[in-house]
């Protein structure tokens, strides 16, 4: 403003001093004319002299107002150029040209609302480029720029001309098409072109770099007329596609959007309920086939939730993973099973079940052993399953983690052995003390070859490696007689009963004196055979 306001000055003084030398220059130079006239006939040259030099100044101050002028001229050009540059970058992303998501929603608005005229519908696409940090990390950022404007040529090579493109931020770009709304397979073919166009290499120095894209579509004629609800639920659509396995499109569907409330809601009552203590342990027995004998419990979390009824960690334990919430979920339940379990007989061993991002915590030996401190539960009689995928990450960590454990008397067993790699460098990487062979296998082998090949193969290779196998997922009396008949020694499942809760498993204890003498309180049988007596399907 004051820069405003002090060229004004100027421009005002400039002005005042060009008009007064032009009226000096009319007057004197009328003078002057008339001197050098005179002058040429001989008269009065002192007077003559003064008009010249009068008539030179006006010419000079008229050449300053004209040089000024020119300055000014060329001063509003620039200011009115830069003017232009700024609205264009508030509008503009200065990496690929793209709209920015301000002016997209501008323009995307404007599209709407003359394509209602028109009787046709927008449809918007949001594109998320898969696992682009990498580029970055692996390549550094101006590779990942160069893959970024890749990204937005290929865009527009493969939208319709009058397509509304924009860079959201990051690697997160959307487009706004125009379509008939009884054709939408324009679109469809549209957003697979996009889709295969990103995932063609980028040549970058002398090597190449890929990234692939996932795609959500939301269409205005459906799924709703305004800017601010089809980003949203073209973004739905997008993390739908990236759940599904990256690299393709998904159009927005209504069960996607119940999908995630359902989702937000259960993360927002985990969080109340952990604190809450609403993660309880479950108990399923681990049984010896050749005896009947109770062995040990595998402890199960399960979530009682006053909302939702009985959780399955099938649907919990995944998002307590992604959300970092495993930890203390686990901790919490954890607490629980060793305090439940602390008075049950020295020979019953517990099994915890340890998630793969678990074990990237350099500190889960010290809070485990704390834990087993705090809670006077002996460490020999904890067993720790943990799967394949736990070793993908940071196998040197796993390893140290493991070792630590192991020290405190803590066996480790591979659990859901089967369903990864199923390596064999995996199975030597870790001191494991057992494999636990996938229920799937299991339940499916009376009348799945495959399975049952593959249930034998993996009882032989435990013989050969010295490790005890277990099988889980044994749901009948005839899958039991075959794995007696393949030499295994250990299963569980519900033929022997389904996870029970704490009072359970006590009634249980009680009945077969395998509770602390105080604590039997429940009537005895004189049956020794406690898993037998426990298991409601033999
Ligand atoms: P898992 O460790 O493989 O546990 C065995 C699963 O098989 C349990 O499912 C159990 O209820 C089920 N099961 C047992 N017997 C049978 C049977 O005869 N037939 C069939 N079809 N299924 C049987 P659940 O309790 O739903 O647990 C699922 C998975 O959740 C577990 O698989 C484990 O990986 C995970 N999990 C459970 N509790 C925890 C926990 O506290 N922490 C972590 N990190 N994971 C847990
Ligand atoms: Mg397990
Ligand atoms: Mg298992």
Redesign the pocket.
Known sequence: MRSQSSSAQSDLLTGGIVLAATILFVSTGGATVSSAIKALVGLGAGVEQVMTTALLLNVALILFGYRRYRDLKVEVKHRTAAEEKARELAGTDSLTGFYNRRKFEEEGAALIARMQIKGKAVALMMLDLDHFKTVNDIHGHAAGDAMLKAVAERITANVPPETISARLGGDEFACACAFESDAPDEMERVADALVNAIIEPVPHQNGELSVSTSLGVARSDRDGDTMDMLLRRADIAMYAAKNAGRNQHFWFSGPMEDELFRRNAVESGMRQGIAAGEFIP?Y?QQVDLNTGNLLGF????RWESPVLGLV???DF?PIAEETGM?GSL?FA?MRRAFTDARDWDPSLTLS????PS?LRDPWLSQKLLKLLTETGFPPNRLEI?I?ETSLYDNLGLAQTIIASLKNQGIRVAL??FGTGYSSLAHLRALPFDRI?I??SFV?SMMGNAESAAIVQAITRLGDSLGLPVTA????SKDIEQRLLSLGLAKG????FG??MTVEAARELLAANKMLAAEEEAAPLTDEPNVAKSAAPGR
Not at 492 to 495: L, N, S, T
């Open positions: 479950y399923e595998e402890m199960l979390a399955s960690p099938d334990i495993i686990s339940v915890v079940n340890i998630s678990q399953e799967t659990d859901d636990k996938d229920r339940t889980e997922g044994i749901e569980q499942g519900w033929h389904k996870p």
